[in-house]
């Protein structure tokens, strides 16, 4: 899990952090009015992809450092199970967050 965080969820976090200083200055140029408006929809759409990535980064991490342990021979189902319902914890007095890591199948 910490391979997957590392080596592919940060390199998209940074390639839609690229993406949006691009937009930026798209945004900030003598482009045209319809460019602009394209590239401000675009922006808000990477930005929540962003919180997106923020909000899975947490639950991988945390996952992450349990160091959870499959067993090939326990067949996908139960391998898929113990990634799914995952419990974080927030800090005192907080709710804890529930996410599922993995899409159904």
């Given at each position: 899990m910490?391979?997957?965080r590392t080596d592919y969820l940060?390199?998209?976090q940074k390639s839609y952090e690229a993406e949006i200083k691009r937009l930026d200055i798209v945004i900030d140029s003598n482009a045209s009015q319809?460019?602009?408006a394209n590239a401000r929809k675009k922006k808000e759409k990477i930005l929540k992809q962003i919180d997106e990535c923020?909000?899975?980064d947490q639950v991988i991490a945390h996952v992450a450092n349990q160091r959870i342990k499959i067993d090939l021979d326990d067949g996908v189902s139960v391998n898929y199970a113990k990634f799914q319902g995952i419990e974080i914890p927030q800090g005192e007095g907080r709710k804890l967050l529930k996410a599922d890591l993995l899409?159904?199948?």
């Open positions: 910490a391979r997957v940060h390199k998209l319809r460019e602009k923020l909000q899975y899409a159904k199948i």
